[in-house]
């Protein structure tokens, strides 16, 4: 009698322990499975951010030159007139606006709200964080050179305009470039880690 209750015990006990285990490995593979596709969908995004601001570029280089030529060519007077006196944006043919990228975030915020990033390594992790500041600096800095541009009115000087012309040709070209990199370096290094 006492050899069958020690028995249904270690029975009992085993059925447990191999019901946890099982819940576990299955939890685990689920686990796996999600952030396997929530990487997949991350390259996606960032993919489609990459193209969107490498199609920005050329559009910023040559701003850079019209904001060079404005400086160069034109004399201190003229660029003191009244922005809206001398044929507002349209005494600049090449300009088309802002011609900023807006970026997708809405995989990347799923993944932060779903807890998801606690099951990417450390180095992945960190490279997509800095993609992010990247993102976020780029978001502010189109808001700023946005916010500008809608406060131009009849008493903005043609070198206002200049000026914010060569921050478009320049700083924000120099920032896309340094996002196209970060983009390809990450999707590079989620194409080519493994997900335990």
């Known amino acids: 009698m006492k050899k069958e209750i020690v028995l249904q015990s270690v029975m009992i006990f085993l059925s447990v322990f191999l019901g946890i285990m099982a819940g576990n490995w299955n939890q685990n593979r689920q686990d796996h ?4 596709n929530f990487i997949k969908n991350l390259i996606v995004e960032f993919e489609s951010n990459k193209s969107k601001i490498e199609k920005s570029i050329p559009y910023h280089t040559k701003l ?3 904001g060079d030529s404005l400086f160069n060519n034109l004399s201190k007077a003229e660029l003191s007139k009244p ?4 044929g507002g944006f349209s005494m600049v043919k090449q300009w088309k606006g802002l011609g900023l ?3 997708e975030n809405s995989v990347f915020q799923s993944g932060n709200y779903g807890g998801i990033f606690e099951n990417i390594p450390i180095e992945l992790l960190t490279k997509i964080s800095k993609l992010k500041f990247y993102q976020d600096e780029y978001h ?3 808001q700023s050179i946005g916010d500008k541009l809608l406060n131009i009115n009849a008493e903005t000087k043609l070198i206002d305009f200049a000026i914010l ?8 070209k120099n920032l896309e470039i340094g996002m196209v990199k970060a983009y ?3 999707i590079d290094l989620m194409k080519t880690t493994k997900i335990d």
């Open 33 to 36: 499975q999600r952030t396997k």
């Open 64 to 66: 850079e030159s019209v």
């Open 83 to 86: 922005l809206m006196e001398i």
């Open 101 to 103: 990228a807006p970026g």
């Open 140 to 142: 502010r800095f189109s």
């Open 165 to 172: 012309i060569e921050i478009l040709g320049s700083d924000m």
């Open 184 to 186: 390809q370096e990450v």
